[in-house]
Every structure is written in structure tokens, then in C-alpha cells.
T-cell receptor, first 109, second 116 residues
Framework: GENVEQHPSTLSVQEGDSAVIKCTYS??????FPWYKQELGKRPQLIID?????GEKKDQRIAVTLNKTAKHFSLHITETQPEDSAVYFC????????FGTGTSLTVIP | DAGVIQSPRHEVTEMGQEVTLRCKPI?????LFWYRQTMMRGLELLIY????????DSGMPEDRFSAKMPNASFSTLKIQPSEPRDSAVYFC??????????????FGEGSRLTVL
């Protein structure tokens, strides 16, 4: 099956700085890579996704990059704000949704 | 649509008791997933259904866990007998498309289970 590794497990940044979270996957058949944000005590919600035929996708302050050759993808958040503080999960999907172990992001005002 | 609805939101029980968690997926979604979330292991897929049929239950930890989906609008996850290590948040999620067709997962609010 798929193995998704996510780093770092915790990340603290100053408000206004950028945050980068990286994930690697093992199954070359994976073709869809979503990112979910989970605020404290809430449900995970999709924030951005990328498909295997695209190398980069951007939505306002959030961007995701994918390197299929190296089997890694990253989430980039620019101009971070306190409301970005949450746990972020990456996932790689082929025949199943495999989630990474999560990154707890804290944005310090 | 009200989204994915789970009940109960919180459950505290004693070791050995039976626990039943319930889920109502979004209408029209053919796929339903049960996940378990813990600090140590993150989000683990337990089982998923397509059109009420279990497709992959390889994530179900042991025979104490069972899941059913008697119709398109209802699913249950049962733990019998429960153990303290089952304490976790259990999420139900539904999707209009399966993993192979890149569908977004819509999660419920989760059921927080504490087994004493």
C-alpha cells in the first residue's frame, strides 16, 4: 500500500512569514494529492488539491507543488496569519486515501 | 445539505462495553469512509463503502470492530467489547467519487470516544 510521510510534525512561524510543509509518497500510481486543514476540535476540511498532471497550483496565499519523479509534494502558505494556525494533513490517493501524520502549524502574532 | 452527520459527538464508556457510532452521509455520495484519529497515529482509514458495499476493511484493527451500511443514508461502526486503547476521535466521511477518481472527502464533526 501507499506510505505517506509528512514533515515537520510541528512548525512555528511569525505572522507574515511563510510556512512550508512537505510530504513524500511511495506508490507511483497515486494521482491525486489533497491538503486538509483541521482547526482545533473541528473536522478536517479540504483547502487545496493537485492532480498528477499538474506541477503547481495556487489559490491566494496557498500553493501546492508536486514532483512526481521524486514522489514529493509541498504546501506553501505565504503571509501567514494567526487564523492559519491548525493541523495540516497531506494525502496521496490512488486506490485509497492515505493521509500523512499531520503538521501542527502555529502562527505567532 | 447539512453535511455528514455523526452521533454521538462524545461518548464515555467503561472497558468491556459495546459502543456504536453512527453516520449519515451527504445525500448522493456513493462512498463512505470511517477514520480513526489519534495523536500517535494521525488519521487511519478503518473501512470504506461504495454503494453500501464494504470495499476495503483492511484497516479495521481487529474482530472487535465491525461496520455496516444497511442503506445509502446510514452507517454504523461498532466496537464490542471496547478497550481503553480504542479511545480516539472517529470520523465518518463521504465522497461523490471514490479514491481512484479523485473525490474530495467531506468529514463529519467526529465522535470522541473515551473508554475508561
Amino acid at each position: 500500500g501507499e506510505n505517506v510521510e509528512q514533515h515537520p510534525s510541528t512548525l512555528s512561524v511569525q505572522e507574515g512569514d511563510s510556512a512550508v510543509i512537505k510530504c513524500t509518497y511511495s506508490d507511483s500510481a497515486s494521482n491525486y494529492f489533497p491538503w486538509y486543514k483541521q482547526e482545533l476540535g473541528k473536522r478536517p476540511q479540504l483547502i487545496i488539491d493537485i492532480r498528477s498532471n499538474v506541477g503547481e497550483k495556487k489559490d491566494q496565499r496557498i500553493a501546492v507543488t508536486l514532483n512526481k519523479t521524486a514522489k514529493h509534494f509541498s504546501l506553501h502558505i505565504t503571509e501567514t496569519q494567526p487564523e492559519d494556525s491548525a493541523v495540516y494533513f497531506c494525502a496521496a490517493t490512488g486506490n485509497q486515501f492515505y493521509f500523512g501524520t499531520g503538521t501542527s502549524l502555529t502562527v505567532i502574532p | 445539505d447539512a453535511g455528514v452527520i455523526q452521533s454521538p459527538r462524545h461518548e464515555v464508556t467503561e472497558m468491556g462495553q459495546e459502543v456504536t457510532l453512527r453516520c449519515k452521509p451527504i445525500s448522493g455520495h456513493d462512498y463512505l469512509f470511517w477514520y480513526r484519529q489519534t495523536m500517535m497515529r494521525g488519521l487511519e482509514l478503518l473501512i470504506y463503502f461504495n454503494n453500501n458495499v464494504p470495499i476495503d476493511d483492511s484497516g479495521m484493527p481487529e474482530d472487535r470492530f465491525s461496520a455496516k451500511m444497511p442503506n445509502a443514508s446510514f452507517s454504523t461502526l461498532k466496537i464490542q467489547p471496547s478497550e481503553p486503547r480504542d479511545s480516539a476521535v472517529y470520523f465518518c466521511a463521504s465522497s461523490p467519487r471514490g479514491p481512484g477518481n479523485t473525490g474530495e472527502l467531506f468529514f463529519g464533526e467526529g465522535s470522541r470516544l473515551t473508554v475508561l
